[in-house]
T-cell receptor
Framework: GESVGLHLPTLSVQEGDNSIINCAYS??????FIWYKQESGKGPQFIID?????DKRQGQRVTVLLNKTVKHLSLQIAATQPGDSAVYFC???????????FGTGTLLAVQP | DAMVIQNPRYQVTQFGKPVTLSCSQT?????MYWYQQKSSQAPKLLFHYYDKDFNNEADTPDNFQSRRPNTSFCFLDIRSPGLGDAAMYLC????????FGSGTQLSVL
């Protein structure tokens, strides 16, 4: 079936560096994408979203890029901080189904 | 202030003993979801409500049931928990974006 997957299960970065977390999706009908951050023992927390009519959206220290041609989504975190350490999930809405499908998740480890 | 509240935070039950997890929301959203998340895995949708309309995922076991007596509250009932049902159970509401509760960590002994 359709799925969302991540290339890297673990990403280790130095504090202050920029982080890039990647995600591939396969459902071409998806028109809404979200990045979630999940800290240990907590529920997923919304970070940023993007609709398919955009290719870039910026938030505070975060940027999401969408490449519909290759069905690729990325999350960029500027000046990564220890508090950014968490598992990051991308998710897509599957188009008409309006049902959020989560990717596998990437563990971001920030080294001091 | 928490907008999606799940109780209890941790729940321990015995193999085969029915257990109920609860969720409440202060957002007045029509849509509520229950997800199951096992360790190091992505959340997996069990079912969702659009208002009172119940939508079960095709691969959700019959062992899992849900009730939504009103807009604010939603319950997850596990009729006969097995060891494989030990997981974090996440409740969420939707108004375009999903807002998650902190989850209930279920242990089955």
């Amino acid at each position: 079936g359709e799925s969302v997957g991540l290339h890297l299960p673990t990403l280790s970065v130095q504090e202050g560096d920029n982080s890039i977390i990647n995600c591939a999706y396969s459902n071409s009908a998806s028109d809404y994408f979200i990045w979630y951050k999940q800290e240990s023992g907590k529920g997923p927390q919304f970070i940023i979203d993007i609709r398919s009519n955009m290719d870039k959206r910026q938030g505070q220290r975060v940027t999401v890029l969408l490449n519909k041609t290759v069905k690729h989504l990325s999350l960029q975190i500027a000046a990564t901080q220890p508090g950014d350490s968490a598992v990051y999930f991308c998710a897509e809405n599957g188009g008409a189904t309006n049902k959020l499908i989560f990717g596998t998740g990437t563990l971001l480890a920030v080294q001091p | 202030d928490a907008m999606v509240i799940q109780n209890p935070r941790y729940q321990v039950t015995q193999f085969g003993k029915p257990v109920t997890l609860s969720c409440s929301q202060t957002l007045n959203h029509n849509v509520m979801y229950w997800y199951q998340q096992k360790s190091s895995q992505a959340p997996k949708l069990l079912f969702h409500y659009y208002d009172k309309d119940f939508n079960n995922e095709a691969d959700t076991p019959d062992n899992f049931q849900s009730r939504r007596p009103n807009t604010s509250f939603c319950f997850l009932d596990i009729r006969s928990p097995g060891l494989g049902d030990a997981a974090m159970y996440l409740c969420a509401t939707e108004n375009e974006k999903l807002f998650f509760g902190s989850g209930t960590q279920l242990s089955v002994l």
